[in-house]
T-cell receptor, first 111, second 113 residues
């Protein structure tokens, strides 16, 4: 069965640089979610989109923005990167806002 | 604010044992509850989803129960195997249109051969 696809899987950036993470949801899923998991921490909700509209917002820094496109893929844009942004970033998708299926994650390292 | 607690934080058992992982949440107004498995540095694999109206769900050797009124869920693993070694996370989704899952800090399970 198709799963959530995230790219890139690993990303290394310098402080103050910009990063773009991409997420391709499971086909026919209409909702995309972004989570951040710091080292040794539980995942924290950032933002979600339902049918291409922002549907909920968590503790997402103002330096981050996200959108969902017409083909339902989503991108998380992160600017002015800080050391504390180093984390695993997960995308999840669901159908009818039900069970959330997670992708493999993008490991972002900020040097 | 919803808070999710998982006890114990770590558990080590010999192969073949049946075991129970506990999850508690402070706000009983939940939409659903999911149990996940996470291997080190990897993604989250959804194990079981329990809707707020359900009492339990089963998948193979896994059984999850939900007592919404008392704010508790348990994950029962039968006949544990070394391949079950992972961190198990409980997450709840609130009612009222909230999309987010609120996670516990997980139980790290080690099954020894």
């Amino acid at each position: 069965a198709a799963g959530v696809i995230q790219s890139p899987r690993h990303l290394i950036k310098e402080k103050r640089e910009t990063a773009t993470l991409k997420c391709y949801p499971i086909p026919r899923h209409d909702t995309v979610y972004w989570y951040q998991q710091g080292p040794g921490q539980d995942p924290q909700f950032l933002i979600s989109f339902y049918e291409k509209m922002q549907s909920d917002k968590g503790s997402i820094p103002d330096r981050f923005s996200a959108q969902q496109f017409s083909d339902y893929h989503s991108e998380l844009n992160m600017s002015s990167l800080e050391l504390g942004d180093s984390a695993l970033y997960f995308c999840a998708s669901s159908s009818d806002r039900d069970e959330q299926f997670f992708g493999p994650g993008t490991r972002l390292t900020v040097l | 604010k919803q808070e999710v607690t998982q006890i114990p934080a770590a558990l080590s058992v010999p192969e073949g044992e049946n075991l129970v992982l506990n999850c508690s949440f402070t706000d009983s107004a939940i939409y659903n509850l999911q149990w996940f498995r996470q291997d080190p540095g990897k993604g989250l694999t959804s194990l079981l989803l329990i809707q707020s109206s359900q009492r339990e769900q089963t998948s193979g050797r896994l059984n999850a129960s939900l007592d919404k009124s008392s704010g508790r869920s348990t994950l029962y693993i039968a006949a544990s195997q070394p391949g079950d070694s992972a961190t198990y996370l409980c997450a709840v989704r609130g009612q009222g249109g909230s999309e987010k899952l609120v996670f516990g800090k997980g139980t790290k399970l080690t099954v020894n051969p």
